[in-house]
């Protein structure tokens, strides 16, 4: 096989979408980063450009193997922390379109790669200002609230979350001698969680807040 201009070209090429894109990932601290991002698209587009080689009568054989290959290292980085909150998943999905983009210049297309490179980025960095908005419109919390039993104050902390307009998801709570531990998932504004919040830590009858 004769090492062409072109083929180092889509090296190059590899290196640096993938660079970029990790570089993105390096400032935000992710588990996949500048130099895993490199590697994929580099892999991707030396497995593309051999799957022309000696893919013979089906060229696209490797090339789908890859995608399953991606699928394995992007469910490496998923992970379920605390509560209901899965980390990972942007991360996961950056390693999925880096090898597609890789794969893109493997195969030649070099006004897709560097188009849709500058489309990752865009969602990636700008758009993540409009997902911080909304996300302080509606968030969803995890409160533990512990406090002396009374049969007939049974339901007032709900009533509180509601005098906070906060919806009610999932509810529990545990007896333990003269306490009472109850445990509710809500959502709603972030404003409303802090007034919240400093509605309770005024609560002298509270033994016990966790949020």
């Known amino acids: 096989m004769n090492i062409n201009n072109e083929i180092i070209l889509k090296l190059v090429l590899s290196i640096a979408i993938g660079g970029v894109i990790g570089l993105e990932r390096e400032f935000r601290s992710k588990s996949a980063g500048f130099r895993t991002l490199i590697l994929i698209c580099l892999g991707a587009t030396l497995f593309t450009i051999?799957?022309?080689?000696?893919?013979?009568?089906?060229?696209?054989?490797?090339?789908a193997n890859l995608v399953v290959g991606i699928g394995f290292l992007g469910a490496g980085v998923?992970?379920?922390a605390e509560g209901n909150i899965v980390i990972g998943i942007t991360t996961a999905a950056s390693m999925w379109v880096t090898a597609a983009l890789g794969m893109a210049l493997g195969e030649g297309s070099y006004l897709i790669?560097?188009?849709?490179?500058?489309?990752?980025?865009?969602?990636?960095?700008?758009?993540?200002?409009?997902?911080?908005?909304f996300d302080r419109l509606n968030q969803m919390r995890n409160y533990k609230i512990t406090y002396p039993f009374?049969?007939?104050?049974?339901l007032r902390y709900e009533l509180i979350f509601k005098k906070h307009h906060l919806k009610i998801l999932?509810?529990?709570?545990?007896?333990?001698g003269n306490?009472?531990?109850?445990y509710w998932t809500v959502l709603g504004a972030e404003n409303r969680h802090h007034q919240l919040i400093?509605?309770?830590l005024k609560d002298e009858n509270v033994s016990e807040f966790e949020f």
């Open 179 to 182: 306490s009472t531990t109850g």
């Open 170 to 176: 999932t509810r529990s709570h545990k007896k333990s």
């Open 78 to 80: 998923i992970f379920k």
């Open 113 to 133: 790669a560097i188009i849709g490179c500058g489309m990752v980025l865009t969602v990636l960095m700008i758009f993540q200002l409009f997902e911080r908005y």
């Open 198 to 200: 400093a509605t309770i």
């Open 150 to 154: 009374d049969a007939k104050d049974f």
């Open 50 to 63: 051999f799957s022309k080689i000696i893919g013979g009568a089906n060229p696209d054989r490797i090339a």
